[in-house]
């Protein structure tokens, strides 16, 4: 019977095998028939990525993007926002260009396409590997049914340093969290079948080490040792890649003095060689021409440079069209370099079934009936919920029914804000605001009275700087005074106060560094005077960044942290307030005590002098603050409680192979229904390289009942021990091993094993 099966899956095995191989060559005939047509400048034409213009319906065909189509100089446009335009310059390049290659089309469909669900380090929080995947489904579905078939997503850059505005787009500090959701986003966008009209291609980014930006400064230089980059900052984009990411765009920062968008070993050594990476590399936003700044040659070299680096497209320079022909001519670069990218392209675009049918992504019923549909918004309303983080919670949430609450704070009705950054496709007109959302659930049972309390930020400067991309928070004309009076009239009568208060939208993100990560002053203030009322207050958080918050830990006696939660946010922010959801996010990101601390991370070196809980002196602390965080890393409490049992572990000796089960017991000793994520650390004491003192190896997210108890098992072998050691070779060393299991990087139980080969 055995030798049956194996027979069979052996047959099948086979049968799948070859129907691949014979699919793969009929692309290369095709493709290669095709190129033999094709001159140098229509080859390089595929190579040009322009941004879109802001083209009207109807007069995209007479646009100059549209000319340069026609002439076969563009290989695909980004960010067009519309199913009838993208048709339009569809048809140009199809039925005009000479030789009818369609275009690809892309855009950054980042956390959602119209249907927003919360930014990325929201949807991190969530732990939830099927509702992260889930998300990219939709905004695939969505997008593709609006003529977008490639996206910029997902950004998983690593960052430990809060001041960088585009943590909000990456998972955190944990590169075994962020490779799973990589995995995740991969399959949830690309699905299993690329040419189905309802898939996209995924773009991993910001390839490589952008999080790691100097002073958290955006753009900035990076650098780090080789055997940081292999342990810490690339597993998530080598997980991208495995789980067979189809396009891979490179970083604006410098790597070992190269920057990434000329960076031949990146690219062409580590991801196509090691990684075996067989997709296109596209630039970021003009970062090959960028090169110039950075030092390493004029317009012409540096597009040398970055085609010999071993990347394919460009974005927006349009430097790969205009130079790369002479750059042939005086032998810089070869012929079968320049092949090579365009073959890459026209292979994604056969990949996606664009040759068979160049409109399959334009059908506009499709697009009526999908985008933005009831049953999607629903979803994302859910999912927003799970994002939440509560930070503190003495006795204010949730709110019973019935009360009467004061709604305060200038993000409480900053519609345009609910969506966060990185939201191209979003109608924000359509945003659910905490004012709509509270008022509408509280119903006719309780009373909302709002008051904005306070402008974003005193200074009236920063705010336009904070604000300038068109997510504006009106600001009030009244003085600070004036508006703090309002606040506290309108929390007069009421039995809680909620504080609507954070970042603007823009105040993360691309290009939003901030060398101070407290809460504005101007909000601050509001705040204190909310609390000086001696009510029970409630601050709902919008962010998109770890801040600082010690003195609204130390007073505040309820802290929700909502991220920026897309387009249902305020209902789902309604759904927690109200206890219809309790909440269960918990942090990717440290948040530190104070500025000075960062980067503040939980999976740090132990050194020579380690860290202990107080200041002593010549250890490693500071004298002015603590080592500890003020909310680390895997930190989030629920309106239930939970208790962890004892920690227990099938073997304490193992040898090879061998597998390891460490499992334990959590009960929900609370009254209300929860989840939980239960976390597995694991800490290499001692190493031919120094490891860190704990590292995320496993986690998974229960649902318990009041009074119910779940044993939760992780399977461990060797596999989870293994490093990058000095050699850059990557294997684990026999030895002790402490394995810790809790609700948080700092509320572990543990126990030793020993391991040998
Ligand atoms: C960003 C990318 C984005 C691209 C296209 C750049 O400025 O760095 O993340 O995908 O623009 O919009």
Redesign the pocket.
């Known amino acids: 019977m055995k030798k049956i099966i194996t027979l069979c899956f052996w047959l099948l095995t086979t049968v799948l095998l070859h129907a691949q191989s014979n699919k793969e060559a009929a692309m290369h005939q095709f493709v290669s028939k095709l190129m033999s047509k094709m001159t140098l400048q229509e080859k390089l034409g595929q190579l040009n990525l322009p941004a879109s213009s802001d083209f009207v319906t109807g007069q995209v065909s007479s646009s100059d993007i549209a000319s340069k189509v026609l002439a076969g100089k563009v290989g695909g446009v980004?960010?067009i926002r519309s199913v009838s335009k993208i048709k339009e310059l569809q048809q140009v390049a199809v039925t005009q260009s000479r030789l009818g290659i369609p275009l690809l089309f892309g855009m950054?469909v980042i956390h959602g396409y119209r249907t927003i669900f919360p930014i990325p380090l929201g949807m991190s929080a969530t732990w939830d590997m099927s509702l992260i995947e889930r998300a990219a489904r939709i905004a695939a579905n969505e997008a593709s049914s609006d003529g977008i078939m490639w996206t910029?997503s997902p950004?998983v850059d690593l960052t430990r340093d809060p001041r960088w505005g585009r943590s909000s787009e990456g998972n955190g500090e944990d590169a075994f969290l962020s490779s799973a959701i990589a995995k995740a986003m991969v399959h949830g966008y690309q699905g299993d079948d690329l040419s189905k009209n309802n898939t996209i291609m995924s773009c991993v980014?910001?390839y490589a080490l952008y999080g790691a930006a100097e002073g958290g400064r955006d753009y900035n230089t990076t650098d780090m040792s080789r055997i940081r980059m292999y342990n810490e900052y690339f597993p998530p984009y080598k997980a991208a890649v495995d789980a067979g990411v189809g396009s891979v765009?490179v970083s604006?920062n410098e790597i070992d003095g190269v920057p990434a968008s000329g960076n031949k070993w990146l690219v062409d050594d580590v991801l196509r060689k090691q990684w075996k990476f067989n997709g296109f590399v596209v630039s970021?936003?003009t970062g090959i021409p960028e090169m110039m700044n950075h030092g390493v040659g004029d317009f012409k070299t540096v597009n040398q440079k970055s085609l010999n680096a071993g990347v394919d497209m460009d974005?927006v320079g349009e430097g790969f069209l205009t130079t790369l022909a002479q750059s042939m001519k005086e032998g810089l670069v070869t012929q079968a370099q320049i092949d090579k990218a365009c073959e890459r392209i026209l292979e994604a675009k056969y990949k996606l079934g664009l040759f068979e049918d160049p409109y399959k992504y334009c059908d506009e019923k499709r697009s009526q009936a999908e985008v933005f549909k009831a049953a999607n918004r629903a979803e994302a309303r859910t999912i927003a919920s799970q994002s939440f983080v509560l930070l503190k919670n003495k006795n204010v949430l949730p709110i019973s029914s019935g009360k009467k609450i004061a709604l305060v704070g200038p993000l409480a009705t900053a519609k345009e804000n609910m969506t966060g950054t990185w939201s191209v496709g979003a109608d924000n007109t359509q945003s659910i605001t905490l004012l709509n959302g509270l008022t509408k659930a509280v119903g006719t049972q309780g009373k909302v009275v709002y008051a904005k309390g306070s402008n974003l930020e005193d200074d009236i400067e920063l705010e336009k700087r904070a604000t300038m991309f068109g997510k504006e928070i009106l600001r009030d004309q009244k003085t600070a005074e004036q508006m703090i009076q309002e606040a506290l009239a309108a929390s007069a009568e009421a039995d809680v106060i909620v504080a609507a208060l954070g970042e603007g939208a823009e105040m993360s993100g691309?290009s939003a560094s901030r060398s101070n990560i407290d809460l504005p002053e101007a909000q601050k203030r509001l705040l204190k005077a909310l609390v000086a009322t001696g009510k029970p207050v409630a601050l709902v958080l919008f962010t998109g960044r770890p801040l600082t918050l010690a003195w609204e830990d130390a007073n505040v006696p309820a802290i929700l942290n909502v991220w920026f939660a897309g387009s249902e946010a305020g209902d789902a922010i309604a759904d927690v307030l109200l206890g219809k959801v309790n909440p269960s996010g918990k942090l990717t990101m440290t948040f530190p005590q104070n500025i000075g601390q960062v980067p503040l991370y939980y999976n740090h070196k132990n050194t020579g002098r380690p860290l202990g809980k107080w200041f002593s002196k010549f250890q490693s602390n500071y004298l002015d603050v603590s080592n500890e965080a003020l909310y680390p890393f895997g930190f989030g409490l629920s309106y239930t409680q939970f208790s962890y049992g004892e920690l227990k572990l099938s073997a304490t000796q193992l040898k090879g192979n061998q597998k390891l089960w460490a499992s334990i017991e959590v009960k929900n000793t609370g009254t209300m229904a929860g989840k939980e994520v239960v976390q597995l650390y694991i800490r290499d004491i001692v190493g031919s390289v120094t490891r860190p003192v704990q590292e995320l190896k496993g986690f998974e997210k229960i649902e318990l009942q009041p009074g119910e108890t779940k044993k939760v098992s992780f399977e461990i072998t060797p596999e989870l021990l293994k490093f990058y050691n000095s050699d850059l070779k990557y294997d684990w060393e026999s030895g002790d091993f402490d394995i810790m299991i809790g609700s948080s990087s700092k509320e572990v139980k543990s126990l030793k094993v020993n391991w040998i080969k």
């Open positions: 980004f960010n950054d910029f950004m980014k910001h765009m604006f970021d936003y974005m691309e």
